[in-house]
């Protein structure tokens, strides 16, 4: 795959509302230059897509700003005593030059970053950014991998069928497109924390044909979250060793997490996503991972939702280290 100027690479054109600086302090490089590491950070500033509350195209600055270690080998996660951004030799290339309001433009520029990753031999983890970017990443990924589990953490199902003010993108459709497309099949789709009121029967009823298995907040209420997230990957990885991790921060509940687009009350606590990606990093062959909807304007004080967000990242990194250390 060819990249040119002009394909959201540069930097010279780079957004104000981008960031610069690297995740954590770990070395900052260029799409071109990934060297021998094994996990590369992108963002993606992106937030056309958003149906309710704008915002997420300032999620991979403060995803980043948030964090307070740096890159001087004294990192290592007390639980686990891994330093995984030196294990897994992390970089990051930055924000994606992504032109406001240009859907299609951007959604493709993601996927051409995120296919050149994939194409080096490197993870993708891709910070957002609103939840149409999975679209991108998941295309992106299946032209690289073929077939894989796709885990989706999340308020909502995102498999909308209608469009958002006569077009066919936006954060409530990129698991049906995906679908549609041929990307992923549904029965490689879980989703685990759904609630609310959306979506209608009628949608409902296409998931339930394609295969997707959804689990909601009252599944892991009644029945737990580990016995919930253990059928799920079973369902999603029987028949493939490859998975990609998608969560949106609305899955936890809005009181820890407010910092959001479209927040649901009634979701997870922040503990208990941060120990379940974890685990999962660690149990499952890892390609891809999107940490999304963070939207700054929405977290008050403290600015709880995009460290968690940052923590977010912290864990599925470790549990990679973890299962390379195997």
Excluded: C
């Excluded at 296919?115 to 032209?143: E, M």
């Excluded at 339930?208 to 009644?222: C, F, K, V, W």
Aim: a negative charge; charged letters at 20%; hydrophobic letters at 40%.
């Amino acid at each position: 795959m060819e990249i040119s100027k002009g394909q959201g690479f540069e930097t010279s054109e780079i957004a104000a509302f981008a960031s610069r600086a690297s995740f954590s302090g770990v070395p900052a490089t260029t799409i071109d230059k990934l060297g021998d590491a094994d996990v590369v950070i992108v963002g993606a500033p992106f937030d056309w897509g958003t149906s309710h509350r704008p915002g997420a195209r300032f999620g991979p600055k403060a995803i980043r700003d948030v964090g307070y270690l740096g890159f001087d080998g004294s990192r290592p996660h007390l639980p686990t005593g891994i330093d995984s951004l030196a294990e897994l030799g992390v970089v990051d290339i930055g924000d994606l030059n992504l032109p406001p309001g240009y859907m299609d433009e951007s959604l493709d520029r993601i996927t051409e970053a995120v296919r050149t990753i994939a194409d080096a031999g490197k993870v993708p983890l891709v910070l957002g950014g609103d939840h149409t970017i999975t679209y991108s990443n998941g295309r992106a990924l299946a032209a690289v991998h073929g077939d894989f589990a796709l885990i989706h953490f999340d308020a909502h199902a995102d498999t909308g069928a209608g469009t958002l003010g006569g077009m066919p993108h936006s954060h409530g459709t990129p698991m049906r497109k995906l679908i549609e497309e041929g990307h992923v099949a549904g029965k490689r789709f879980v989703q685990i924390g759904l609630r609310g009121y959306w979506p209608e029967p009628e949608t409902v009823a296409w998931m339930a044909e394609q295969g997707m298995r959804s689990y909601l907040m009252t599944d892991i209420t009644e029945r737990g979250l580990n016995e919930v997230v253990n059928e799920a990957v079973a369902y999603a990885t029987d028949g493939v060793d490859k998975a990609f991790l998608s969560i949106d921060i609305d899955v936890v509940d809005p009181g820890m997490a407010p910092g959001t687009g479209t927040p649901e009350p009634g979701g997870l606590l922040p503990r208990e996503l941060m120990d379940t990606v974890r685990r999962l990093a660690k149990d499952l062959n890892v390609i891809g991972a999107d940490v999304v909807e963070v939207s700054p304007p929405y977290d008050g004080p403290g600015e709880v939702t995009a460290l968690l967000a940052n923590r977010v990242v912290l864990e599925i990194l470790n549990g990679m280290a973890l299962r390379k250390l195997e």
